[in-house]
């Protein structure tokens, strides 16, 4: 799939651009997104139903009923300019009263609940009610959709270390990294591969290569995975200082693809980690433990930590 | 997946079929249907939910409403013929009244309202209503699922340029086409295959050839991409003049496959140039920008943008 | 995916068994399904869902209209055993109409019309009325969801001519079928595969045999396809006899896959055509057109349609 | 996908870790889930949902019921606290019938159905009236919604036999076991992958090995599937006693994956023998029959059945 370049594990650009010139960003953000944005044409369509279901539930909530109480209001105003008369049960004169039973009626008709001590009278009142009560209908078939399709989502989500780490391995050194499955979904099948990008030191083109892993691929994810890539001589981080690596924009881009059992979907996971978040002489701490009855328990938040090497191991290491 | 024949480029038919015999029309439509018909028999069955899928909004909200009013006119009719007195809450004997809140009953109950302010009073009435009821739930159950399908259809929608063009490309020339994501959905694993179609000089059949391309998949699709087929000494383009291709119906079809992210699903896309509209001694201008903070912003109405070169680029670079 | 066995084309069992023992009726039935039964024990469990998406759409609707009448039904009951003097608006006290009005406020309660010129009095009849209401939500939400689901599932359908012909090719002969594409989607990315089961002349076990196909994908399936298994010397139609096929209970079976691309799935069809189904020394009849305008018309009653040849054509051929 | 190690069939660790360290339960339990817990952290975000999804049906019409009466009732509280005054239709100032009447106007306004015996008479009670159908609403979105899915979910269910066996086996031995189709789903292009996980003798690491399977994929799986490991020298059971492997905490790993076409996806299953649960010299019954007509039936309760064989058949063998 990835097109090996002349020497070393130099590949072909796997869709960023190469020729983009001058400094950029980051090019793959924290939530897994690419770090691109479009002019405004591109926010046309789609956009309202995935902005539906990406913003958090109390917004959502707000934004149904808002909507619920706007278009109830708008019909209660119809109402109310046909005259407030032509719907029964109308008890007392005073304006606001009279408004108000305009709105109450109105979301009694677009919710179809139709207590019925407040009905039309006249047949306009009547049409007004039936196209209040379609549109209704309508409005909470799209807003309970929207809510059953936000809480049925398939989130498999997965927990990266927050950093990368270069540790001993081996007779030398490696560059490791970890992931852990943060949901109960069943994940399987799983395969990764990693990019490094950097730009070139002579133009500010950028350079892409494939690092090599020492295992890329897992028939179960029970546990956490630590992707391991032996730092070999072929390996971009062969001979390159922590200083030129920040210099160069220097960026690690995992991919990692696998089968939600759970779910019954291939799901894909994005991460990067920048120059900065690359931590030298460290080695992963255990994120699991035995218990008492033989069972394996997994401690979720112990992914992140890593502890510091004295500076000679790294060195005998290497 | 595709088998070459004889020498040179030459596949076998894609499917198509070779020996239609006479000028036909292009084979894929600029929104990537095929242009072949069938008789009649075809347009059974599933149809009608991919009609009320495809339709606009504004037509589908029509039907929905038509098929509401129709529905519940055809009820009134029956309580008009049954006797409006079976109906309580009838305040005046006008006929048109009289059939005007059969009407507006019969929404009521086809909503699922049910005010009350107009009740049935009969057995026959009270039948005919709990019929209508059963009968409303089912119609908003499906005009409402079709609402929301609408809504929620992931429609992952790539924007090809107007035209292919044939460029400079290292030493020779390319044929060169862009295409770009038009909406904020994540797609990736993107390949493409790209196949030309010419009637055969001889005969009228149809040969077609594989267009070999440079780089023919892409991890990431964060910006536009570029597809180059180098017109090498084995391309079908090496030696043929634009007045040819013309008159032998060329058509180059594009075929697209990645994997949407957003909507976690396989997606295809389909696409072709015919003969006019190539674009010969040309080259795409670029369509993204970065931005003052060094973010890469695409512009997507500049994916159709190319210049003319002088002629003699052209003729140098061959 | 298949492992050749032995010689010739023989490959090991795909699934249906070696040693039965005996004639048995065909393998896959006309509709795709496999020709095998269970014992009792497998009809539990999920069949309930998969009847009610398949029987007729008449039958469908009666089976829901029958439980919403005998669901109200059942509530009417308790609400008469109740009393029906705890239901308000009871006009009059002959039994009949008294029970009849338990049962239309049940239905009105159970389609959550609710008009309340029948309404619940006492705590318990409002119980009963509020858990009728409750069942009632879950049952039309099954029902609309079957009718939704029935509705919009995809019914991919390939047609396939009624018989597998053995018609002359290049120097020789081949076994042909074909097939269309009988509904508006777009099928794409299609593979054939092709296996002969046939009874051992020595025992009764069944042997299988891959049969080559001239093509066995295309890229897209606008029009029909005909299917090519060239009768060579490796196949196991090479010197058999019509008679000895159908003593030795030979079928045909034929696994297509493909990805319909309107409803982004991956589709598959089986098929299969027993010995007597087989014509030898005939030809397939074109089954499309060309209109005036150029455009292909696919005439799908004529994918069935063969001519048979004059024996010497065969025998030449041969 | 699984590197091999050294010499044998050892492979690299598939995802279960190698240096657990002292001994663990099996890895996979019997309903094909791991062996594996989570600290809390784990337990957040989506497993209302799964919860839902798996709890049994009666518990899930008991949780339904229960967040119905809860909701109604909290409404009701705030009815009463209004002032049950505000409420039209109520018949007398008992307090119990008043809160009674506040929990079954709130019922009726929290399933829609809204008879209007009783109905908000002020504007704070409409209010709370019209808050009270748009939660009920999304409560009913939600719960039929779960409802459907529950119902609609594919549960493609292998069964597989209580032991795997050593039988004869050619001029050997064989591991065997055998699954079945619980459903009447179509499933095809089933594969497998058997894995044997031992404790290391020196260490307390484990050590996986692949076992080779006579036939590792089935077309079609229309009757019962028997997988085959023929222990060759190879094998890791070549010279193994029943006693190391119950020492060694041996499991024999299953993954079988395929399609199921009548729901339109890829299945996986995972199951697993432990050492005891291996049955030495035996040999499975036949679990389907032939009936009058030709029409295979399976009996899936016998694919459990094997015969003990006498000791001196299995030495012979070997």
């Known amino acids: 799939m990835i097109h090996k370049k002349k020497g070393s594990n130099r590949i072909s650009d796997p869709g960023f651009g190469e020729k983009v010139g001058g400094r950029t960003q980051r090019l793959i953000n924290k939530d897994g997104s690419f770090n691109v944005q479009s002019d405004t044409s591109r926010f046309a369509g789609h956009n309202i139903y995935q902005y539906l279901l990406e913003i958090n539930i109390g917004t959502f909530i707000l934004l149904a009923m808002g909507g619920f109480v706007m278009l109830s209001a ?16 109308q008890r007392d004169a005073r304006e606001l009263h009279s408004f108000l039973d305009c709105f109450y009626f109105s979301t009694q008709t677009f919710t179809t609940v139709g207590y019925g001590a407040i009905a039309p009278q006249t047949p306009l009142a009547s049409a007004i009610a039936a196209l209040e009560a379609f549109i209704g209908l309508l409005f909470f078939a799209v807003a309970t959709g929207l809510l059953y399709s936000r809480f049925s989502k398939p989130k498999s989500k997965l927990l990266f270390s927050n950093n990368a780490i270069i540790a001993p391995f081996n007779d030398g050194k490696a560059l490791m990294f970890r992931l852990a499955n943060m949901r109960r979904n069943t994940l399987m099948e799983m395969s990764a591969r990693v990019i490094l990008v950097m730009r070139n030191k002579e133009d500010t083109n950028r350079n892409f290569y494939n690092l090599e892993l020492q295992l890329d691929k897992v028939v179960f994810l029970p546990l956490t995975w630590t992707l391991v890539h032996p730092i070999a001589e072929e390996s971009p981080f062969y001979n390159i200082t922590p200083q030129e690596l920040i210099e160069r924009d220097g960026e690690i881009m995992i991919l990692i693809s696998g089968f939600d059992d759970t779910f019954n979907q291939t799901v894909h996971a994005r991460y990067s980690y920048v120059a900065k978040e690359l931590v030298r002489n460290a080695r992963f701490v255990r994120a699991f433990q035995i218990d008492e009855e033989g069972k394996v328990v997994i401690k979720l938040n112990d992914i992140h930590n890593y502890e510091l090497l004295p500076q000679e191991t790294l060195d005998s290491a290497k």
Do not use: I, K
């Open 74 to 89: 708008a019909f209660a105003v119809v109402y109310y300019m046909v005259g407030p008369e032509s719907l029964s049960g």
